[in-house]
């Protein structure tokens, strides 16, 4: 039986790792993603997983252990936030090449420099090009249930990828919310078994992992990757479609609230989306057609989707939490490309706001609406909320 | 001359770092009035750590880099400008979980850097895990029922990677700290401090260390002997030695490498006018 319990975004995901129950779980703190660890560390203490805990000496050697691990057949997991993601950047870039499923909850933070500890989306965002699945999180209980859709999704036979399941550091990750956490027992049937096809250590089926492949074979192999990563698509529906059973929740490709008969739409993700349903709901209120789109899975991105639901709009405005220097916002960039193949585009605006975790506000976002809707927007013309003069 | 800075000390009351903190200030502060150092000379630079905030404190060139970075950054500003006196503060996480590997190289290539480490066996910052030095068994938020590796011994390990000034400081003997940080600080090639400091809020080890050290500079010691100081490093638990350990002038790297010359102010500007004519 399902039972509600208060939780920070980062206890919620940790939560989840101890129902997964992985075989090995390496670490090194990094602020805000630590608490999930502790979390953890808590659980293995007391005996209520069976992992293998190994906290190391920096995130490039927490995630080279977990690749270790999965290659060896385990199931393992780590996390980690901002600089530790830079820091282990060389490994998270070796993993979807060697097709390992790996489930990595990212606490976004805003990466160095200057030092903040705050959220943004930058760190993440700096590895969109790389072959993780991506899925982002608005609360904790999406946070929660998103670790399980994406281990489906990872260890699926069509995509073998791994896959960063996304909250925000602090807003989310340290702030306490009532999570309906599921029956161990229900998460325990759901999640299975790990049934790699082969592996490390295998005395029987010897195989090679991560060899050298020259211009003879690398382009190969990072096709296939891709092809991996299209089919995971298709697979995170399916996935979902099966989450829901014993969640009651759904897992769309994006959450649309009240953007049905909407003239102006928003697209915003995680917490900040919270905010905008709030001045949606009193904007609706007053009569005023506005709605929301909140990307869910950001990689693979759905651009067909996406197409579909906002062909007919009048204007979208897309909020960021990060700045992609010298070129349009990253999910500005994405719902712009989507909209190519039609022939009356809607108007668009690409806003900048909460870089290095200063508040966006309802007021802000109801202001966002007015100005959309007034008509002066500029689709080549990046704004800023709250930026000081 | 006072180099402090208007800005709040934001450590916890009794915190290791102040100890650490007051004798590097009087020793500055002292040495610049004295004419022995340029205070426009200095760079100090931190790491990521609670300490790391202490470039904040002092009114001197400063660079707040990133997690474990540290050795390799200071090697840099030192051979860009051989001048300039390059003193470092790391922490046991920064020299030697993350950084390691640079700690080391820094200690060999004998880089005329100075490495001061904030050394107090936890990362206080993410709120108490255990890091490199954190005695085997150590009770910490990520290890509940005690860390099962061993420590490493930091003087030892700089000594075997030849680093010419090895010391120990305590940050509860303020006086006995200023000593070492300024035969540190006026050491020419790679010093390497190593302070032993707690963390009042997640390894209190005052009294731990207050009833343990002893100073060398009481004993008979002597610190021109190589084999001896690796005998000494190891001594590490009823008695625990501060002081220096060692010490012997060696050509730095950027001797080594570039001699006398200091092309930050050397570089000549190539007359290329006539290139440029020809070009036009």
Not at chain 1, 179 to 207: I, M, S
Not at chain 1, 342 to 357: K, N, V, W
Not at chain 2, 205 to 234: G, P
Request: glycine share 8%; hydrophobic share 40%.
């Amino acid at each position: 039986m399902s039972v509600y319990k208060p939780l920070t975004g980062a206890q919620a995901t940790a939560e989840a790792m101890r129902q997964i129950n992985p075989d090995v779980v390496a670490a090194y703190p990094i602020t805000p993603q630590t608490p999930i660890v502790e979390f953890f560390a808590e659980f293995v203490a007391n005996g209520l997983v069976d992992t293998e805990m190994i906290p190391v000496e920096s995130e490039h050697s927490a995630l080279s252990c977990v690749v270790g691990a999965a290659a060896a057949g385990a199931r393992a997991m780590c996390a980690t936030s901002s600089q530790g993601l830079a820091l282990m950047w060389e490994i998270v870039a070796a993993t979807p090449g060697l097709r390992l499923p790996i489930v990595m909850p990212v606490v976004n933070r805003a990466l160095s420099t200057p030092i903040n500890i705050h959220c943004d989306h930058s760190d993440t965002m700096g590895t969109l090009t790389i072959g993780w699945v991506q899925i982002y999180s608005e609360n904790a209980q999406e946070a929660y249930e998103n670790v399980f859709l994406a281990l489906k999704i990872a260890e699926h036979p069509d995509v073998l990828l791994p896959v960063m399941v996304m909250q925000d550091g602090f807003i989310t990750g340290h702030g306490v919310e009532n999570v309906k956490v599921l029956d161990d027992a229900v998460v325990k049937e759901f999640v299975g078994q790990r049934n790699p096809d082969r592996y490390l250590l295998d005395l029987e089926h010897p195989y090679t992992i991560g060899p050298l492949a020259l211009p003879d074979f690398y382009y190969e192999v990072k096709r296939q990757q891709e092809e991996a990563i299209e089919r995971a698509k298709e697979v995170y529906l399916r996935a979902g479609e099966e989450l829901a059973k014993i969640t009651g929740n759904t897992y769309p490709y994006f959450e649309e609230y009240k953007s049905d008969d909407a003239e102006a739409v928003i697209v915003i993700l995680n917490s900040a989306a919270g905010t905008a349903k709030d001045a949606i709901d009193e904007l609706r209120a007053e009569g005023r057609k506005v709605g929301l789109i909140k990307p869910k899975l950001f990689r693979p991105f759905p651009y067909k989707e996406y197409r579909e639901v906002l062909k007919d709009k009048k204007v979208i405005g897309v909020l960021d939490r990060s700045i992609s220097f010298g070129s349009y916002a990253p999910v500005y960039a994405e719902i712009r490309n989507a909209l190519f193949e039609l022939d009356h585009r809607p108007a668009m605006q690409s806003y900048i706001y909460g870089l290095g975790g200063r508040d966006i506000f309802k007021s802000e976002i109801k202001n966002v609406f007015e100005e959309l809707l007034s008509g002066n927007v500029d689709s080549e013309k990046q704004k800023y909320i709250g930026l000081r003069g | 001359m006072s180099i402090t800075t208007e800005k709040k000390i934001q450590w916890c009351p009794g915190c290791g770092n102040f100890g650490i903190y007051n004798a590097f200030k009087s020793v500055l502060e002292k040495n610049i009035d004295e004419g022995r150092l340029k205070k426009e000379n200095i760079v100090i630079l931190s790491g990521i750590g609670c300490y790391g905030y202490i470039t904040n404190y002092y009114d001197i060139n400063s660079f707040h880099a990133t997690h474990g970075r540290i050795p390799p950054l200071a090697t840099g500003i030192k051979l860009a400008n051989p001048s300039l006196s390059v003193i470092a503060f790391v922490g046991d996480g920064d020299a030697y979980a993350e950084g390691m590997s640079h700690t080391i190289h820094a200690a060999r290539r004998n880089t005329d850097i100075k490495l001061i480490v904030h050394d107090n066996g936890v990362y206080g910052l993410t709120t108490g895990q255990f890091t490199p030095t954190s005695p085997r068994g150590f009770k910490g938020r990520s290890t509940p029922f005690g860390n099962v590796e061993n420590p490493i011994n930091p003087i030892t390990l700089m000594l075997v990677a030849r680093a010419t000034f090895v010391a120990r400081g305590f940050c509860g003997d303020i006086k006995h700290l200023e000593y070492i940080l300024e035969r540190a600080i006026f050491h020419k090639g790679f010093s390497f401090v190593d302070i032993l400091q707690p963390c009042v809020t997640f390894n209190d080890t005052y009294s731990f260390y207050r009833s343990r050290v002893y100073k060398l500079e009481d004993t008979d010691y002597r610190t021109d002997q190589y084999e001896k100081a690796i005998l000494k490093s190891l001594e590490f638990d009823d008695r625990i030695p501060i002081g220096i350990f060692y010490e012997k002038e060696e050509e730095s790297f950027e001797e080594a490498i570039r001699g006398t010359h200091n092309y930050f102010y050397e570089r000549q500007v190539p007359d290329i006018s006539e290139i440029v004519r020809e070009m036009i």
